[in-house]
């Protein structure tokens, strides 16, 4: 099946500096990457829908100046936590839509990310 | 509000029991229902539903769908450690994107 890998698979920062998150399709192209955040204990909750090439688009509630996206090519997304707070952390997943449908997306292993 | 509910929460069974698990839901548009098994990494997929009636199996998994009643099961027989997990419902409506209810944590005990 497809692969999805994230990177880093975990991080621990200090309140205030910026964290980059990267997203890759390891054997298929993928125009469209969502990138998801799950608290504990709490389901998964979709921040932002990414294009290749194109703005990415944010679900409400998600600030887009705080968390940045930016999907360079078919088989990478990079998200940014900008000046993160310790209520930043969380569980953050990304998945790549292998096919025309949203249900044919393939999910990263996740990065955990702690805020200290 | 698109909105997708599981239950139970939690759950915790012996080896070989069979679990049943729920996901209630209320969408605009229903397009599908999906199953997910999230074993503290990334969810990987189970079943995709979008017929009412039509079971899919695999394995000892098993789920339907019941777009008049809008629930779907999933259904585990002859549990096994292994199957211990967060088990995650999502629906896919008019927004086209997926929906997750907050799972069930499903314990199987040797």
């Known amino acids: 099946g497809a692969v999805v890998s994230q990177h880093p698979s975990r991080v621990i920062c200090k309140s205030g500096t910026s964290v980059k998150i990267e997203c890759r399709s390891l054997?298929?192209?993928?125009?469209?990457m969502f990138w998801y955040r799950q608290f504990p204990k709490q389901s998964l909750m979709l921040m932002a829908t990414?294009?290749?090439?194109?703005?990415?688009?944010?679900e409400q509630g998600v600030e887009k100046d705080k968390f940045l996206i930016n999907h360079a090519s078919l088989t990478l997304s990079t998200l940014t936590v900008t000046s993160a707070h310790p209520e930043d952390s969380s569980f953050y997943i990304c998945?790549?839509?292998?096919?025309?449908?949203?249900?044919?997306?393939?999910f990263g292993p996740g990065t955990r990310l702690t805020v200290l | 509000e698109d909105k997708v509910v599981q239950s139970p929460l939690s759950l915790v069974v012996h080896e070989g029991d069979t679990v049943t698990l729920n996901c209630s839901y209320e969408?605009?548009?229903?397009?599908?229902l999906l199953w997910y098994k999230q074993e503290k990494k990334a969810p990987t997929f189970l079943f995709m539903l979008t017929s009412s009636g039509i079971e899919k199996k695999s394995g000892r998994l098993s789920s339907i769908l019941d777009k008049k009643e809008l629930f779907s099961i999933l259904n585990i027989t002859a549990t096994q450690t292994g199957d211990s997990a967060v088990y995650l419902c999502?629906?896919?409506?008019?927004?086209?994107?997926?929906?997750f209810g907050t799972g069930t944590l499903l314990a199987v005990q040797p």
């Open positions: 969408v605009t548009n229903f397009r599908s």
């Open positions: 999502a629906v896919v409506g008019a927004t086209n994107k997926l929906i």
């Open positions: 054997d298929f192209q993928a125009t469209t």
């Open positions: 990414s294009n290749e090439g194109s703005k990415a688009t944010y």
């Open positions: 998945s790549a839509l292998a096919g025309g449908f949203v249900y044919t997306q393939y």
